[in-house]
């Protein structure tokens, strides 16, 4: 398996417009995780799905973002009528429960959002 | 809830210096402690970790100890390298969904 991927990796969008973005976790992971980092700033938690159920939301994530996992594997994020305040980079990140590993979550290279 | 106060950067030091970056947390239960590091145009990669009080993670010659008394996670190596110019969050997870709380990051910058 070569790891967590996203796409797209750059996305330059006109405020106002709506934005998806993808996310294909390591197959066996059932755990998919939504972060956000704006430049000079942490990874900031946004959202987890076990499977394909959505079991928690940051207050990050204001009603114009949603996500989905629709059948427990890749996950979409999107991001609705966009404003300038959501540039930054939209990590994803997986991880498996169970065995010694279960807290090890892996991260994909991210998705650059730029809103003008 | 949950935070990671870490040391701010930049932080330069020539190479073969001693590197220590501090890092504190808050955290309810017992939480998993982690080091991940962010190289130029690269995305986020584990460092280290430790899973309970008193583990000692290790990597590419890196250490931290987690110890629970001092609520701390500091990274160490003996010798940097110009290739460990990088970003470094601190980072822990706990609670049954196992979100990760990050730090801000320190920036590395190892000059030969």
């Known amino acids: 398996d070569t790891g967590v991927s996203q796409d797209p990796r750059h996305k330059i969008t006109k405020r106002g417009q709506n934005v998806t973005f993808r996310c294909d976790p390591i197959?066996?992971?059932?755990?998919l995780y939504w972060y956000r980092q704006t430049l000079g700033q942490g990874p900031e938690f946004l959202t987890y799905?076990?499977?394909?159920?959505?079991?928690?939301k940051s207050r990050l994530l204001s009603d114009r973002f949603s996500a989905e996992r629709p059948k427990g594997s890749f996950s979409t994020l999107e991001i609705q009528r966009t404003e300038q305040g959501d540039s930054a980079m939209y990590l994803c990140?997986?991880?498996?429960?169970?065995?010694?590993?279960?807290?090890?979550?892996?991260f994909g290279p991210g998705t650059r959002l730029t809103v003008t | 809830g949950n935070s990671v106060t870490q040391m701010e950067g930049p932080v330069t030091l020539s190479e073969e210096a001693f590197l220590t970056i501090n890092c504190t947390y808050t955290?309810?239960?017992?939480?998993?402690l982690f080091w991940y590091v962010q190289y130029p145009g690269e995305g986020l990669q584990l460092l280290l970790k430790?899973?309970?009080?008193?583990d000692k993670g290790s990597n590419k010659g890196f250490e931290a100890t987690y110890r629970k008394e001092t609520t701390s996670f500091h990274l160490e190596k003996g010798s940097v390298q110009v290739s460990d110019s990088a970003v470094y969050f601190c980072?822990?997870?706990?609670?049954?969904?196992?979100?990760?709380?990050f730090g801000t990051g320190t920036k590395l910058q190892v000059i030969p």
């Open positions: 980072a822990l997870s706990s609670g049954g969904y196992q979100k990760v709380t």
């Open positions: 799905f076990q499977n394909e159920a959505q079991l928690e």
């Open positions: 955290a309810t239960g017992y939480p998993s």
């Open positions: 990140a997986s991880s498996s429960t169970g065995g010694r590993t279960d807290y090890e979550q892996y």
């Open positions: 430790a899973t309970k009080a008193d």
């Open positions: 197959s066996e992971h059932n755990r």
